[in-house]
């Protein structure tokens, strides 16, 4: 009985990951608004109504695609990172695994600045964070951060991390409207920024700028 139990989960989450996958090349190729949910089912080789057993809706589909990359992505980040590398060099760590990705299929990517970052749901972006697992690493770095005297501990960790989120994205669409999805040419715009952040606003303690 419990075999055939586990037979049968494995078995959705299997389909689950066909239509994942299938949503993904979708999008890339017809964008979100074109992409019908009709057009995903025969990709994944499905009924349309496995979707919605799957997915409540297109957009939460979406999110799926993406929200499920980038936790795995993160979660290899974490791993691999060495606890003695300075603030920079673990958020650069974290920006490479994912420019990485974002490369290697930035249709997507552009799919996600269009449907949720310019025209958002409320929430959706930082749902999509949040259940990525990105939030709460950021979060972890910026305190530790704090706690050893890289940054000013009297900051609000929130606020920092907000920041950080928008050089992201502005570095993500600078290479997006330039069609550059080099991983190399993102991480130097990106640490740069965060370089020029760490050394002239979050290290600028009161005392200091007294």
């Known amino acids: 009985m419990q ?7 494995a078995k959705r989450e299997q389909t689950r990951e066909n239509i994942l996958e299938a949503a993904r090349q979708c999008f890339c190729e017809t964008g979100f608004d074109k992409t019908s949910t009709r057009m995903i089912a025969e990709r994944a080789g499905v009924a349309e109504g496995t979707i919605f057993s799957h997915f409540e809706t297109k957009e939460q589909l979406l999110i799926s695609c993406v929200g499920e990359q980038m936790a795995a992505t993160i979660a290899q980040a974490l791993h691999t990172m060495d606890p003695e590398w300075c603030f920079v060099d673990k958020l650069m760590h974290i920006a490479a695994h994912r420019f990485a990705q974002i490369a290697l299929r930035p249709g997507m990517w552009q799919v996600l600045l269009q449907q949720m970052v310019f025209s958002p749901r409320k929430g959706a972006v930082h749902d999509l964070m949040r259940t990525s697992g990105l939030i709460a690493a950021i979060r972890a770095l910026v305190e530790d951060a704090q706690l050893d005297g ?4 009297n900051l609000d960790p929130d606020q920092i991390y907000k920041t950080m989120m928008a050089l992201f994205l502005f570095t993500v669409h600078e290479h997006v409207s330039a069609q550059n999805f080099d991983c190399e040419d993102m991480c130097a715009t990106l640490r740069e920024m965060l370089e020029v952040q760490v050394r002239g606003i979050w ?3 009161p005392e200091m700028a007294a």
Do not use: D, K, L
């Open 203 to 205: 290290m600028r303690w």
């Open 150 to 153: 890289e940054i000013n501990p």
């Open 3 to 9: 075999t055939g139990v586990n037979s049968r989960a």
